[in-house]
């Protein structure tokens, strides 16, 4: 099956900017949806922002004008550039991919804090 593999996160003060990268293998990337989804300890997992394979992109109220979602099909990778961090944007980044089956990624953790 598709494998998706997270990387980018990191610790980041207040107001700073983290990049994060979703590497996918496979051949059907560019047929796929892609998403960003986040989970802090004890809340549920939550959609940050999605992008369809005709590049249509979608955000959480929370992240708009903050964060952009975007792909590179010719590498089979999904970005998600994060600027003007909030410590309530602390949590685990998951990556997701959906054609027939969904798949999720291992996670990256984002921490924002002073």
């Known amino acids: 099956q598709v494998q998706l593999v997270e990387s980018g996160g990191g610790l980041v003060q207040p107001g700073g900017s983290l990049r994060l990268s979703c590497a996918a293998s496979g051949t059907i990337f560019s047929r796929s949806a892609m998403g960003w989804y986040r989970q802090a300890p004890g809340k549920q997992r939550e959609l940050v922002a999605t992008?369809?394979?005709?590049?249509?992109?979608n955000y959480a109220d929370s992240v708009k004008g903050r964060f952009t979602i975007s792909r590179d099909n010719a590498k089979n990778t999904v970005y998600l550039q994060m600027n003007s961090l909030k410590p309530e944007d602390t949590a685990v980044y998951y990556c997701r991919a959906s054609y027939v089956l969904i798949h999720w990624g291992q996670g990256t953790q984002v921490t924002v804090s002073s």
């Open positions: 992008i369809s394979s005709g590049a249509i992109t």
